[in-house]
Nanobody, 121 residues
């Protein structure tokens, strides 16, 4: 298991910003693409964004383009999801994941514990 430790999350007003972090605890695994997904009760896990191992290639869901940005730290061990102009519909449990990339959860092998993001309108 590759522990992924998430931090961030909480309650924010609509229009506000929040940053999530996801740290790979073992440098051996920094070559993975890092993905961000979110899930609300009763719905499938939804792709949000991804960033490849060196941070040069990113991908976003249409629903977050222009509002969310994902990046990686210089040592590649931490991925970030900067969320701006948050909307009520962004409310979900957010998960980071490490794996081969793409927008399907099945492409990711390791998952963080999830963190709740609640946007009040």
């Amino acid at each position: 298991q590759v522990p992924l430790v998430e931090s961030g999350g909480g309650l924010v007003q609509a229009g506000g910003s929040m940053r999530l972090s996801c740290t790979i605890s073992e440098r051996t695994y920094i070559g993975f693409t890092m993905g961000w997904f979110r899930q609300v009760p009763g719905k499938e896990r939804e792709f949000v964004a991804s960033i490849n191992w060196n941070g040069r290639t990113t991908s976003y869901a249409d629903s977050v383009k222009g509002r969310f940005t994902t990046s990686r730290s210089g040592d590649k061990t931490t991925a970030y999801l900067q969320m701006n102009n948050l909307k009520a519909e962004d409310t979900a449990v957010y998960y980071c994941a490490a794996g081969g990339g793409g927008d399907g959860p099945e492409s990711y092998v390791y998952w963080g514990q999830g963190t709740q993001v609640t946007v009040s309108s």
